[in-house]
């Protein structure tokens, strides 16, 4: 028994092999902390209902008999379809005072698509109306995040001349 090193016996984790394995197992234990911290930063500064945005607009208000009529266009360009997208509206008078409740369903909104939706105030004549107000959403079947998620995309402007706020 003449070779080199034969007949020696190496210490557990001492061999070549043992020393890869060790540095390889270490070097993934790091890489996936190093993941997961990432992930945890990432996450933690993100809104909970991250998504295309849901754009609502107040395009027209119009007399139609007793009532103003509403044009709404709402810009569903950047998400998903939206079974049921129902809102719930008031519309104050020109003095800031609350003077007409309305519950409207503005779905189904196609995903990456533009609609536009009518409905009326019944018994408000439009020269009564100073601001409208996205008070809450009472639907959103098919919306990333659910109602929350859908009232946190959504955002309002209008054309109309009579403000449109959330």
Sequence with gaps: MSGRGAGRRRGPGV????????????????????????????GAGAP????????????????????CRATVVIDNLKGG??????????????????????????GPLPARKTTVKLFDFAGLTCPKI???????VLACEGGEGGREGCLER?????????PLDR
Excluded at 154 to 162: D, Q, S
């Design 81 to 106: 379809a939206i079974k049921s997208y129902k809102v719930d509206l008031f519309a104050f008078d020109t003095e800031g005072v609350a003077q007409k409740r309305v519950a409207v369903e503005l």
């Design 48 to 67: 909970a209902a991250a998504g295309a945005p849901i754009r609502l607009q107040l395009n027209r208000l119009e007399a139609s008999g007793e009532a």
């Design 15 to 42: 061999g070549c092999g043992s020393v890869a394995s060790g540095l390889a197992a270490l070097g993934l234990t790091v890489a996936l902390a190093g993941a997961a911290a990432a992930q945890d930063a990432a």
């Design 154 to 162: 959504t955002e309002t402007e209008t054309k109309a001349g009579v």
């Design 130 to 136: 100073g601001r409208v107000l996205l008070n809450d």
